[in-house]
């Protein structure tokens, strides 16, 4: 069935540091890719997504390339701020669904001042 | 801008009793969503409607767990009894329609423990 595997948390980075989460995922056919982000205390919210091969979803700095070949989706960011500081959930929506996301275990960014 | 409202945000309940959570999802949104979200996991599907109809609950404990959305409006889950393996977070989305599009609006959740 369709999985999606992320890098263990948490990750804890100093403001203005690179960031990079890695996320693969296994999937049949082309599959839509998502990461979705929690702030504290609020609900799960859309950061970016890529619908087809070597697509390049990117929102707010922070971006992901859709890489068929390695079946990944790592998201990246030059520079991060404390306001970052969030849980990361790498998902998908498989080919031939109707729309039900595959969630990733989360990655947890603490971003110190 | 329009929310996903859930209540309750929390709920203590012993073992065996009943709960019930209510969502009511964005104006317009044909589908929606109940997950479960174990601490420190990401969030698995339970149920998902498309207006009044259920689409998939194919990992939906139905022994104990039911949900409906009787006016494809709001929905309520409920669970009877509930046992120590059920506390987590519930959340409700929704969604204009189903599809890859995948954007999904979430509620806050409702954080369940079982004592």
């Known amino acids: 069935g369709n999985s999606v595997t992320q890098m263990e948390g948490p990750v804890t980075l100093s403001e203005e540091a690179f960031l990079t989460i890695n996320c693969t995922y296994t999937?049949?056919?082309?599959?839509?890719l998502f990461w979705y982000v929690q702030y504290p205390g609020e609900g799960l919210q859309l950061l970016l997504k890529?619908?087809?091969?070597?697509d390049k979803g990117s929102n707010k700095g922070f971006e992901a390339t859709y890489r068929k070949e390695t079946t990944s989706f790592h998201l990246e960011k030059g520079s991060v701020q404390v306001s970052d500081s969030a849980v990361y959930f790498c998902a998908l929506i498989g080919s031939s669904n109707t729309g039900k996301l595959i969630f990733g275990q989360g990655t947890t960014l603490q971003v110190k001042p | 801008e329009a929310e996903v409202a859930q209540s309750p945000r929390y709920k203590i309940t012993e073992k065996s009793q009943a709960v019930a959570f209510w969502c009511d999802p964005i104006?317009?949104?044909?589908?929606l969503y109940w997950y479960r979200q174990i601490l420190g996991q990401g969030p698995e599907l339970l149920v998902q409607f498309q207006d009044e109809s259920v689409v998939d609950d194919s990992q939906l404990p139905k022994d104990r767990f039911s949900a409906e959305r009787l006016k494809g409006v709001d929905s309520t889950l409920k669970i009877q009894p509930a046992e120590l393996g059920d506390s987590a977070m519930y959340l409700c989305?929704?969604?204009?329609?189903?599809?890859?599009?995948?954007?999904?609006?979430f509620g806050e959740g409702s954080r369940l423990t079982v004592l």
């Open positions: 890529a619908t087809k091969a070597d």
């Open positions: 989305a929704s969604s204009v329609t189903s599809g890859r599009a995948g954007e999904l609006f």
């Open positions: 999937a049949t056919g082309y599959p839509s």
């Open positions: 104006s317009g949104h044909a589908t």
